[in-house]
Every structure is written in C-alpha cells, then in structure tokens.
C-alpha cells in the first residue's frame, strides 16, 4: 500500500508546531525583503515598523498590505529579491487589464512550489501509475507546468495536452487511458459536453479524477461535473503572485488544505482591513514564508473567502479554507444588494432544462444598474419552443429572486450559442 501522505510530518503537524515554524520563516522573510527591496524598505518604513518588531504572529497585521497596484508599479522585476543569475524561471499572469503580473523563482523556489503540488495531486489519489493529462495552459500561465511538476515528482505518466483542441483531448484521454485530468472546472465542462456530442461515453472511460481550480465554481457545479463525467472532481487554487497553483487543495472530504507552511494565511474586512476571526467571511491575505524571489508580504488576494480550523477526517492538520465565493473586483452591487457570479451559477445549475453555461450581462437601465442572464437551452427544450423557453426563464427568475434578492431576468438562449471556455470562463459582460 503506498503511504497516505506525500509529507507526513509538515502535513500532519500539531497547531502549536506548525505556528512555530511559520513564526521563524515570517521573520526570515520580513528581513529578506525589507534588506533586499527598496519598495518594502519604503513601505515598512512608511508604517514605522520594522523586521525586528515581528516577535508573534500576530504581529505581521503591524505590517503593510500589499497589492497588485505594487506589482504593476514595479514590472517587471522591480519586486524581485535576487539577481537575474538567480531566476531560473518567469511566469506570468496575463491580467485583464494593463500589465501582467510577473512571478520569478529561483531554483529553491521552484523545488518548493513542485513539493506543494506533489503534496496537493497525492492527497488526489494522484499514484506512479496513474496517466495524468494535463489540460490546463502550458507557458506563462502557472497551470500547465505547475501541475507537470507536481505529476513529475510523484512520478506519474504526464500528458501534457495544454487547453484546446476539444476532441483531440478526448481521443487522448480514450487512446492513452487517462486517470486523472487537470483543467480549469468551465473546461471540464466543455469537454464534458464534446464527449456527450461525439457519443463517447467517459464515465467508460479510465478517468476517475479531475483536479480542477483557477476559477470560481460552485459545488452544484461540481456536482454537475462528477455526475456527468464520473470523476471525483478535486480542486486546487492558488495565484501567479504567491508560486501559482499549489496555494491550496482539497482532499477526499472535499474540504481545501492551504499549505501553511508555504504560505501564511489571514482574513480581512475589505472595507476596515482589520482582522475577522476564524469562520468569518472576509478577503484573504497571504504572506509567502519561504519564497526567495518574490515573496509576498500580506498580499490582498481580493479572493473572498473563510479559513476554519477543521478536524479533518483525511488526518491533515493544514488550516482550511472554504471554496471561493469570488473575487471582491467581479462582485456587482445590484438595486444596493451584492450580487456574485457564483451566487448565479448555484441556481442555474439546478435546473435541468439548460446547460449550467451562462453569461451574466450588466447594462445601463437609465442611471441604474441592471443585470441579466443568459443561458443556453438543453435540446430538447429549445425544440419545445418558445413558450416552453418562457416558462422556463420565469422558474429560474423566480428561484434567482428567492436566493439572491433580487429580480435577476434570465434569457434562454439557442444550444450552443455561448462561447465554450477553454481556460478561464468570461462569466460577466460588462456594457455599462
Ligand atoms: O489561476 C493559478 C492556478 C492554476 C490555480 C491552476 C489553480 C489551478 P492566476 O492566473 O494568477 O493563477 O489567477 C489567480 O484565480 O486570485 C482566484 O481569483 C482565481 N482562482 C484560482 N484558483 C481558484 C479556485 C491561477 N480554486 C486567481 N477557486 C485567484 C476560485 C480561483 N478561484
């Protein structure tokens, strides 16, 4: 049998242990930056407050936030620890707006960042033996070789079929009998959806796992994706500035493992910034404790989220997080009640008469803002015709009003006229 944990020791620690430990790195890290980066000299400096001042956790909340704006500023390299004769590799986020956001390793950083997925993919019942395809995109995106570490360490049968090419990707997963498959959740379901066309049937197929993340889904939509793909869907998150995927994963019970010892985790009020206590919602801050290129000091994820202190039956003792509501950027203030894209995706995936895909589109109604959302029809309904549409769109309406707050109309669209994600779904329009 092999052994249950990849890191045992690191994985299983006791509270008092684990804070020890991170007690020590936080203040490695603090003195990293703060000797090395002029930005974090100015900034600590600005907040009067200096490495030496980090005596117990509870101090880092003395030091200053960072956020993505510093990144920006600083492009490319500006927030870089060490020489270019020490980066090995570059990664890049591309960022929906201006410049990308840079994340450089060293060596170290790269070995450290291939355990915490390796850690991640084995609590997946990720074996040497399994064929792992690897759909998520191979280049500057951190998905793609982030996972193909973690797989190369355990040492499975790698896959490296990067986002696209649809139908290729499920003759792969036919021919090279794939257990695993590692893609954004909107991807699955585009492949998901493929098979169902070209009359493949998956679930007799190897597949048995998905090792899904970088997007906000919901666990109806996980459910929709274990149900129609006969896979365990596992997640996984994480972000370019902190290493990339590998942040955190979940485990068999489905509750989100953060690798602590990698990265410190904190909850914020978004508006006050002030600490909120275990169990309560709020933006999630991290502080890298062993990066060496560019670590984050209290970076504001704008990832809305809890931690909790679980006893998992899985024996991790890693602090957990919950499954992300969103991110405070995409969350849209409608008729004064806050309004996520998850919270329009739970209802949606309910219904069985559309394909859980689905815009949501944010106009002008004269001064005020209005939402609408479109999804698609299953076949059989769209052929129904439009009366049978109506009255569907009215039933989601209604359980939209129920659960959200708000009157939410909905357009059900013609199969297929919604773009299919290949990597990380666009879910909000906004023509504002
Ligand atoms: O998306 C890293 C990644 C790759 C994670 C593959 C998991 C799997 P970025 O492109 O920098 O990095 O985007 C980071 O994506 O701040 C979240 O808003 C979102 N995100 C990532 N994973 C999840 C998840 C990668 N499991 C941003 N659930 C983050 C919800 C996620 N949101």
Redesign the pocket.
């Known amino acids: 049998m092999s052994k249950k944990f990849w890191d045992e020791n690191l994985e299983t620690m006791s509270e008092n242990a684990m804070q020890a430990f991170q007690l020590e790195k936080l203040k490695e890290t603090v003195t990293w930056v703060y000797d090395r980066i002029p930005y974090y000299k100015t900034a600590f400096d600005g907040q009067k407050v200096k490495p030496s001042d980090l005596q117990k956790l509870d101090d880092l909340a003395k030091f200053p936030f960072t956020v993505k704006t510093a990144l920006r500023d600083n492009y490319p390299f500006g927030l870089c620890a060490v020489p270019m004769s020490e980066v090995v590799r570059v990664h890049a986020?591309s960022g929906t707006t201006g410049k990308p956001?840079t994340g450089p390793y060293t060596a170290e950083d790269l070995d450290q960042w291939t355990e915490c997925m390796a850690r991640g993919l084995w609590a997946q019942e990720v074996r040497t033996d399994t064929v792992l395809q690897n759909a998520?995109g191979m280049g500057l995106?951190?998905?793609g070789l982030?996972?193909l570490q973690g797989a190369m360490r355990i040492g499975c049968a790698v896959v490296p079929s990067g986002a696209g090419m649809t139908e290729r990707q499920i003759l792969l997963i036919q021919d090279f009998g794939a257990d695993a498959l590692c893609c954004?959740p909107s991807y699955c379901l585009t492949i998901i959806e493929a098979a169902e066309r070209m009359g493949v049937d998956l679930k007799k197929t190897k597949l048995r796992t998905g090792h899904?993340?970088?997007?906000?889904?919901t666990v109806e939509m996980r459910n929709e994706i274990e149900a129609r793909g006969g896979i365990h869907a596992y997640?996984?998150?994480?972000?370019?500035?902190l290493m990339?995927?590998g942040v955190s994963f979940t485990c068999e019970y489905y509750n989100i493992h953060i690798n602590e010892d990698h990265v410190y985790p904190e909850i914020v009020d978004p508006e006050t910034l002030q600490p909120v206590a275990l169990g309560e919602e709020g933006e999630l801050i991290f502080t890298a404790l062993q990066r060496r290129a560019m670590p984050m000091i209290r970076y504001r994820?704008?990832?809305i989220c809890t931690l909790r202190r679980v006893k998992c039956d899985c024996g991790r003792t890693l602090i957990t997080m919950d499954?992300?509501l969103g991110?405070s950027d995409d969350m849209m203030i409608i008729s004064g009640v806050n309004v996520f894209p998850s919270q329009v995706e739970s209802v949606l995936v309910e219904f069985a008469e559309v394909e859980p895909i689905y815009q949501i589109r944010l106009y002008k109604k004269g001064h005020i803002d209005a939402i609408m959302v479109e999804t698609e029809a299953r076949k059989a309904i769209y052929e129904a015709g439009p009366e049978k549409i109506e009255e569907v769109a009215k039933k989601i309406s209604a359980k939209m009003q129920q659960v959200i707050g708000i009157n939410v109309p909905v357009k059900i669209v013609s199969p297929d006229s919604i773009e299919r994600s290949i990597g990380?779904a666009k879910r909000v329009i906004d023509q504002r």
Do not use: V
Request: aromatic share 20%; hydrophobic share 25%; net charge neutral.
């Open positions: 986020s956001i998520y995106f951190t998905g982030g996972f954004t899904f993340g970088a997007e906000p889904w997640e996984h998150y994480g972000l370019t500035e990339g995927p994820t704008r990832d499954k992300i991110r990380k």
